[in-house]
C-alpha cells in the first residue's frame, strides 16, 4: 500500500539550531517526493520537490532534503532555524501509480521554535 | 512558482444554505486540479480530482451530490458546498497541478467555511 509516514507529530528546537524531519514512504513505482510547509490558516507552500537525478535537493528558506532509496526516506533538513520557520510540514508521494498523480500526503509534523 | 488563489478566504453561511468556492490559477494552465478538506490539526484529505472539461472524480466517502464540482476552464474550479450543514464546517483547500513542473501541485491559500 502506499504510505508516508513522518515519525514526529511535534518538535520543538532553539532558533539559531539545526533541524531534521523525518519522512518515510511506501509506494510501487518511481516516487515523486515533496515537502510542503503550512503556515496557520494558510494553504501550503512547497519547499522543494524529487524527481529523479541527485539525491540531495535545494528548497527555498534554505531548507534541503535527501532521497534515500534504500532506507526510503526523504528526510527534510536545515542548518540554523529561525523563528519564522515554526509551522507545519507535510511530506507527500505521488507519480505515476497514483492515478492522476494524485499526492499522499503525511499526517504532518508540527515545528516550534524557541526564541 | 505557479500562484494558485481562493475565493474566498472564509464564509460563514446559515445551515441549508450552498457555498460556492472558487480555485483559480493564475500563471499557468490546469487541466486537472484537486479538492481537499482539512480537520484541525490534522492532515489533508483529498475529496475529489477536478478535471477540466469533464466530470470530477470523487474520493470514497464523498458524497458528489453534497460538494458538487465544476471545472470549466483551464484555470479555474470551483466547489459548492450544497445544503451545508455545521458539520461541513472545515478548512477547503485546492490544488493545481502544473503539467509543465513535472505535474507538482500548488496549493491555494485555502477556505474556511463555518456553517451555523
Known amino acids: 500500500a502506499q504510505s508516508v509516514t513522518q515519525p514526529d507529530i511535534h518538535i520543538t528546537v532553539s532558533e539559531g539550531a539545526s533541524l531534521e524531519l523525518r519522512c518515510n514512504y511506501s509506494?510501487?513505482?518511481?516516487?515523486?517526493l515533496f515537502w510542503y510547509v503550512q503556515s496557520p490558516g494558510q494553504g501550503l507552500q512547497l519547499l522543494l520537490k524529487y524527481f529523479s537525478g541527485d539525491t540531495l535537493v535545494q528548497g527555498i528558506k534554505g531548507f534541503e532534503a535527501e532521497f534515500k532509496r534504500s532506507q526510503s526516506s526523504f528526510n527534510l533538513r536545515k542548518p540554523s532555524v529561525h523563528w519564522s520557520d515554526a509551522a507545519e510540514y507535510f511530506c507527500a508521494v505521488g507519480g505515476s501509480s497514483g492515478g492522476y498523480n494524485k499526492l499522499i500526503f503525511g499526517a504532518g509534523t508540527r515545528l516550534a521554535v524557541h526564541p | 512558482g505557479a500562484v494558485v488563489s481562493q475565493h474566498p478566504s472564509w464564509v460563514i453561511c446559515k445551515s441549508g444554505t450552498s457555498v460556492k468556492i472558487e480555485c483559480r490559477s493564475l500563471d499557468f494552465q490546469a487541466t486537472t486540479m484537486f479538492w481537499y478538506r482539512q480537520f484541525p490539526k490534522q492532515s489533508l484529505m483529498l475529496m475529489a480530482t477536478s478535471n477540466e472539461g469533464s466530470k470530477a472524480t470523487y474520493e470514497q466517502g464523498v458524497e458528489k451530490d453534497k460538494f458538487l464540482i465544476n471545472h470549466a476552464s483551464l484555470t479555474l474550479s470551483t466547489l459548492t458546498v450544497t445544503s451545508a450543514h455545521p458539520e461541513d464546517s472545515s478548512f477547503y483547500i485546492c490544488?493545481?497541478?502544473?503539467?509543465?513542473?513535472?505535474?507538482?501541485?500548488?496549493f491555494g491559500p485555502g477556505t474556511r467555511l463555518t456553517v451555523l
Open positions: 509506494y510501487g513505482a518511481t516516487p515523486y
Open positions: 490544488s493545481a497541478r502544473d503539467w509543465t513542473d513535472r505535474d507538482t501541485q500548488y
